[in-house]
């Protein structure tokens, strides 16, 4: 067993209230990286709905990019990011783990999602009386079990990643055949 701080740097995301907008037209513009873009990231998909505040900042601001593996302190959940969320600006809800040992990122967010060791020791540690939150710290010291070969770790990712995706498309179908479905009993209903 190793603790996650000896496979991951962590780098926390910008704290929302420190950031300064400025209303120069040549600062630059940011998205806010939100729950919905993780949920995304993590299936493969892009909501539709999503509407992403935005801000103008002269400050330094920390950003995403693909391939990072970033953790939703307010969820608990990782994910990979995609090009699609590319220089999005984190704030201090999510915290970005920098592989510094022999470890997949996609293997990565498997643990730290799937392992029923790790989910237990994240619901233990949980904070907050009415708002539940996890922290750096107790994200920092999970005790992660030894992986397995690289090759290994690349593949129980991938595979991880394919389920996720796939689950993702046949819950759209279905939402799409139930609107479908609904609105021809309407139709039915109306025209008798």
Do not use: W
Request: with cysteine; glycine share 4%.
């Amino acid at each position: 067993m190793k603790k996650l701080s000896e496979l991951v740097d962590f780098v926390s995301g910008s704290p929302q209230f420190r950031i300064t907008e400025s209303f120069d037209e040549q600062a630059p513009l940011y998205n806010f990286y939100s729950q919905t873009d993780l949920s995304d990231d993590l299936v493969g998909l892009v909501s539709s709905d999503n509407d992403n505040k935005q801000i103008r900042t002269l400050d330094k601001v920390n950003t995403l990019c693909p391939k990072d593996v970033v953790f939703s302190l307010t969820s608990g959940t990782a994910s990979l990011v995609r090009e699609v969320h590319k220089n999005y600006l984190y704030t201090q809800n999510y915290v970005k783990l920098d592989s510094k040992d022999n470890i997949d990122s996609k293997y990565l967010v498997y643990l730290l999602n799937e392992n029923k060791a790790i989910r237990k020791q994240l619901m233990m540690g949980l904070q907050g009386s009415q708002v539940l939150k996890y922290t750096l710290r107790q994200l920092k010291e999970l005790e992660i079990p030894k992986p397995p070969s690289i090759e290994k770790q690349k593949n129980i990712g991938n595979v991880y990643f394919n389920l996720l995706r796939l689950r993702a498309l046949r819950n759209r179908v279905a939402e799409s055949e139930k609107v479908i479905l609904l609105k021809r009993l309407e139709e039915v209903t109306t025209n008798e």
